[in-house]
């Protein structure tokens, strides 16, 4: 089976700019996650989305941050008015949403946002 | 205060030899689990191993097997035989289980190079 895919794999935007990043989940997974990696470090939680309950948005930086999920499928991160700061590898994971400790988050390839 | 400890920026291995990374943990919850990926020059994190804290043996998978000493809170990945592939980033994770869906904590990474 597919597994989780992400668009674009590479954003070079100008500072200002507002960007759309996607998702797609592994079929079948009602959790989704949104981290995001500056260069040489490691993950940081952004946002999460379970099922139709309300997203966990208790990672996101700013209010330029924001997040929508539609149903159990596709997520869009959208970042407003870019700052340099935002250079990062944005990555979405999925996972079935198990209300345990071992349900698996499983990562897409990432987005290289890059604001000049 | 750090939940995940990697002190380990830079690991040496020699082809087929085993190798050890590091891996402390710091909650106060009963239940969580702990995990390790791995994060190739291609950006992407692909799963490894996943350790429950209730489960009495150490996890396995392959080449891979996890050390858990829970009373030391440390979750130390254990890599046999090591590949020239094997050469990537590696992260602790830990998700700790508030009853519902929640984020990776991870760590700042172990960077293992693998040598002839």
């Known amino acids: 089976g597919a597994g989780v895919s992400q668009s674009p794999s590479n954003k070079v935007t100008e500072k200002g700019k507002d960007v759309e990043l996607r998702c797609d989940p592994i079929?079948?997974?009602?959790?989704l996650y949104w981290y995001r990696q500056r260069l040489g470090q490691g993950l940081e939680f952004l946002i999460y989305?379970?099922?139709?309950?309300?997203?966990?948005k208790s990672g996101l930086p700013s209010d330029r941050f924001s997040a929508e999920r539609t149903g159990e499928s596709v997520s869009t991160l959208t970042i407003q008015r870019t700052q340099q700061e935002d250079s990062a590898v944005y990555l979405c994971?999925?996972?079935?949403?198990?209300?345990?400790?071992?349900?698996?988050?499983?990562f897409g390839p990432g987005t290289r946002l890059t604001v000049l | 205060a750090q939940k995940i400890t990697q002190t380990q920026p830079g690991m040496f291995v020699q082809e087929k030899e085993a190798v050890t990374l590091d891996c402390t943990y710091d909650?106060?919850?009963?239940?969580?689990?702990l995990f390790w990926y791995k994060q190739p020059s291609s950006g992407e994190m692909i799963f490894l191993i996943y350790?429950?804290?209730?489960?009495?043996q150490n996890a396995t998978e392959g080449r891979y097997s996890l050390n858990f000493q829970k009373a030391r809170k440390s979750a130390n990945l254990v890599i046999s035989a090591s590949q020239l592939g094997d050469s990537a980033m590696y992260f602790c994770?830990?998700?700790?289980?508030?009853?519902?869906?929640?984020?990776?904590?991870f760590g700042t990474g172990t960077r293992l190079q693998v040598t002839l």
């Open positions: 350790q429950g804290s209730y489960d009495e």
């Open positions: 994770a830990m998700r700790e289980d508030t009853g519902t869906a929640s984020k990776l904590t």
């Open positions: 994971a999925s996972s079935f949403g198990y209300f345990y400790a071992g349900d698996t988050q499983y």
């Open positions: 909650t106060s919850d009963q239940s969580y689990g």
């Open positions: 079929s079948g997974h009602t959790a």
């Open positions: 989305f379970q099922g139709n309950s309300a997203p966990d």
